[in-house]
C-alpha cells in the first residue's frame, strides 16, 4: 500500500511538472452535421482502451508546459480500420512525445465512418478549424498545424491533406506512418467499413484512393513504414509518394526492414532510435517559429 501511495505521489510530480492534463473538446458543440448510423449503438472503450462506435467525436487537447511551448502544434489521428480509434499508442503515447519537444497534440476521436465515406472529412475540416479558432487560447499559432496520421488514420491524413476545401482546413506539413492510402492494396475492413456497399464497387474504390487526388498545393509530407508489413502493404504509400514527385510537391519516405503494421511506440520496435528522431526532425524542420527566423 505505501508503495502504491508513493508511486501515485511520484507521477503527480512527474505531470506537474510536464505537460498539464489533457482535456475534452465537442468537435460539434451544436451537434453533428450528418449522421453515421451509429447513434443508438453506445460508444465504448475496448479492453485495448480503444474507443469503439464514436458518433459525437471530440478532440482531446494535450499541451506542453508553457516554458517549453513552441507555438507548433499537431492534430494526430490514430488508426483502427475506420472502426476504433486506437489511441494508447497512437494517441496517448504521441501526444507525450510531441508535448515533450514543446509541441501541442490534438488527438481527433473522430466518428467511424459506417458506410458513409465523407464523414472522415468533415471531422477532418472541422478538427483544423476548431483548433485555429481556439488556437490563442491554446497557445497555439493558427499557421504552425500539422498532421499525424496512422493506418486508417493515414488514410484519414491523406484524404484532409488532398481534398481540402479551403486554407483553414489545410494542414502546415502532413506525416504519414503506415497509412492506408488505396482502397485497392487496402486491409478489407478499413474498406468495408469506409466505403460500406460501396466496398466492391470501382468507382467508388478509386474516388477515395488519396493517390488518385495529389495535386500541387497538397502540403509537404513524410511517410514511415516497415517493408514487412502484411496488413497495410507499402504499395500504398509507394503510390502517394509517386503521385507527390509526379505534382513536384516535396515528400519524404522511410521503409524500414521490419515492424510489420502498427510498430509505432512499441516497446519492442528494432528501428526506434531512428525512426522518432528523424519524424521530429521533419516536424521541426516545418515549424514556423524557426523556419522565418
Not at 468537435?27 to 485495448?48: C, F, H, M, Q, W
Not at 482531446?60 to 483502427?80: E, F, S, W
Request: charged fraction near 25%; charge should be neutral; hydrophobic fraction near 35%.
Amino acid at each position: 500500500m505505501k508503495r502504491a501511495i508513493l508511486y501515485s505521489l511520484l507521477v503527480s510530480v512527474i505531470t506537474g511538472m510536464t505537460a498539464s492534463e489533457p482535456f475534452h473538446v465537442k468537435l460539434y458543440p451544436d451537434g453533428v452535421p450528418s449522421r453515421n448510423g451509429l447513434e443508438n449503438a453506445p460508444e465504448s472503450i475496448t479492453e485495448k482502451g480503444y474507443y469503439t462506435n464514436v458518433s459525437d467525436p471530440e478532440l482531446i487537447v494535450y499541451l506542453p508546459a508553457k516554458d517549453k511551448a513552441t507555438g507548433q502544434a499537431m492534430l494526430v489521428v490514430p488508426g483502427g480500420s475506420y472502426k476504433n480509434v486506437c489511441t494508447p499508442r497512437e494517441g496517448i503515447k504521441t501526444a507525450e512525445w510531441l508535448n515533450n519537444e514543446g509541441i501541442a497534440a490534438v488527438e481527433l476521436k473522430y466518428r467511424a465512418p459506417n458506410g458513409h465515406p465523407e464523414i472522415p472529412l468533415e471531422d477532418g475540416v472541422q478538427a483544423m478549424k476548431m483548433i485555429k479558432a481556439n488556437a490563442s487560447k491554446w497557445g497555439i499559432n493558427p499557421d504552425n498545424i500539422g498532421i499525424i496520421g496512422f493506418s486508417a488514420g493515414g488514410h484519414f491524413a491523406s484524404n484532409l491533406i488532398t481534398r481540402y476545401p479551403d486554407e483553414e482546413s489545410r494542414p502546415r506539413f502532413a506525416v504519414l506512418v503506415y497509412p492506408v492510402i488505396t482502397m485497392k492494396f487496402s486491409n478489407a475492413n478499413t474498406r468495408e467499413n469506409l466505403l460500406g456497399e460501396q466496398s466492391d464497387d470501382r468507382q467508388a474504390r478509386k474516388a477515395y484512393s488519396t493517390d488518385n487526388h495529389v495535386h500541387q498545393n497538397v502540403p509537404e509530407t513524410m511517410l514511415v513504414l516497415a517493408d514487412n508489413d502484411r496488413l497495410v502493404k507499402p504499395e500504398n504509400s509507394i503510390s502517394f509518394y509517386n503521385a507527390m514527385k509526379q505534382n513536384k510537391v516535396k515528400a519524404e519516405m522511410h521503409i524500414f526492414p521490419d515492424g510489420g503494421h502498427g510498430f509505432w511506440m512499441k516497446d519492442k520496435y528494432n528501428y526506434a532510435n531512428e525512426t522518432y528522431p528523424l519524424v521530429m526532425r521533419w516536424i521541426k524542420e516545418h515549424d514556423l517559429s524557426t523556419t522565418t527566423k
